[in-house]
């Protein structure tokens, strides 16, 4: 038996990174997805993929969860039972730059406050009533070491995800009289595009991230996540920090000099 046999998890930021991989551990668990990200063409490729490998439903929706009106025509577009998902990750996150706030493009910082903290607060808003109604569920946060800590030229993209995990802690508190339990994922290094979208496109710099130490990589938060909403459900992991072994903190990293 498949350890998410007929459950349905809606996925964020689902096109890359820990969204893709976390949906294919979960279509691999029998899980049937609806996935939202702003790249459609990536979409159809994974809902095309993961129906023939894994024999699960998948919903694609092209959505900017920045923007609610598009957040809120693709859920009312659902059918029912997938407004009620067993599983809700919120993965979809950015970071722009690393200037320091007084000289940050004020386009760059509001796009990582509207997806970063707007688009969680949009799609838990839509999705978890429904949760609610059915009796049950996992939400998944997925936050950043950079939640708990401030690094130079992080300004931004920190207070974005410091309100994440306060909004974890806070649904916490005000679903405790649920069944419905809600988890953050915190990590450090992971080799995602997200230095890439970070440097705006440079892959040298992009690249000098993870120089010289194995980072994290996507299926590793993935493996966490799953282990975390498969739990018994009692068991509520409220939150998880993981990191490279090889990094104490934002800025402690030891690289080795000829990698």
């Not at 069944?179 to 990590?187: G, K, L, S, T």
Request: some cysteine; proline content about 4%.
């Amino acid at each position: 038996m498949k350890m998410l046999e007929g459950r349905i998890a809606v996925i964020s930021g689902a096109s890359a990174g820990i969204g893709k991989a976390t949906a294919e551990y979960f279509a691999k668990e029998g899980c049937n997805l609806v996935l939202i990200a702003r790249r459609l063409e990536r979409l159809k490729e994974l809902k095309k993929d993961f129906e023939a490998k894994y024999d699960v439903s998948v919903v694609i929706g092209a959505v900017d969860v920045s923007d609610f009106d598009q957040c809120k025509i693709f859920f009312n577009s659902l059918d029912e039972k997938f407004k009620a998902p067993d599983i809700l990750v919120n993965n979809a996150g950015l970071a722009f730059g690393m200037e320091k706030l007084i000289e940050k493009p004020v386009e760059d910082m509001d796009k990582m406050i509207d997806v970063n903290v707007k688009g969680v607060i949009y799609i838990t808003k839509l999705f978890v009533p429904y949760m609610v109604e059915k009796g049950g569920g996992s939400i998944v946060n997925v936050g950043s070491i950079a939640g708990r800590e401030v690094y130079p030229g992080g300004n931004v993209y920190c207070a974005t995800k410091h309100a994440v995990r306060a909004l974890s802690n806070a649904l916490r508190i005000e679903l405790v009289d649920s069944p419905i339990r809600v988890i953050e994922i915190a990590p450090g290094l992971v080799e995602t595009e997200f230095s890439i979208v970070r440097f705006k496109g440079d892959k040298e710099k992009a690249d000098n991230v993870y120089k010289g130490l194995t980072p994290l990589y996507p299926d590793d938060i993935a493996d966490l996540i799953l282990y975390t909403v498969t739990r018994p459900p009692h068991v509520q992991i409220n939150e998880v920090v993981i990191m490279p072994v090889n990094q104490a903190t934002t800025t402690v990293i030891h690289r080795k000099q000829n990698e």
